[in-house]
């Protein structure tokens, strides 16, 4: 009997302990949080895969941001560097532009005059 009543005591106890430990714990807040800290985890490898994109496409030896600039700074000291030539040849082919036309402009010259004479020659000489 006493060995009974000590069993039952213990068990009520330990149920009266389940029922405080029950009563405390929050209703279905632990699955929402452990929910939340999953969904952080989510959206923390996705940031992380965002970032390695990023890091790629900014820092691509053959093909990246960083590189396509590089290659266009470089690109435009050089033609600064070689700004002088290009005046200079700029220069020169004005001056032979101007040349040229002064050519055409003498050859039209030229021509009408020799066609004139072939004119003057085939009608004026058999008339007189």
Excluded: C
Excluded at 13 to 19: K, M, N, R, S
Excluded at 41 to 58: A, F, H, V
């Amino acid at each position: 009997m006493i060995g009974d009543l000590v069993v039952t005591i213990t068990n009520k106890e330990i149920l009266e302990a389940v029922e405080i430990l029950k009563s405390k714990l929050p209703n279905g807040e632990i699955t929402l949080l452990k929910k939340a800290v999953e969904d952080l985890q989510i959206g923390q490898d996705e940031i992380k895969d965002d970032i390695s994109d990023l890091k790629e496409r900014l820092l691509n030896p053959d093909g990246g941001i960083v590189s396509r600039v590089n290659k266009n700074s470089e690109n435009r000291r050089y033609w600064e560097d070689r700004s002088d030539d290009v005046e200079h040849s700029f220069a020169n082919l004005r001056g032979l532009m101007y040349w040229k036309d002064g050519v055409n402009k003498a050859l039209w010259i030229l021509f009408a005059t020799i066609i004139s004479i072939i004119v003057k020659l085939v009608f004026f000489n058999g008339i007189g």
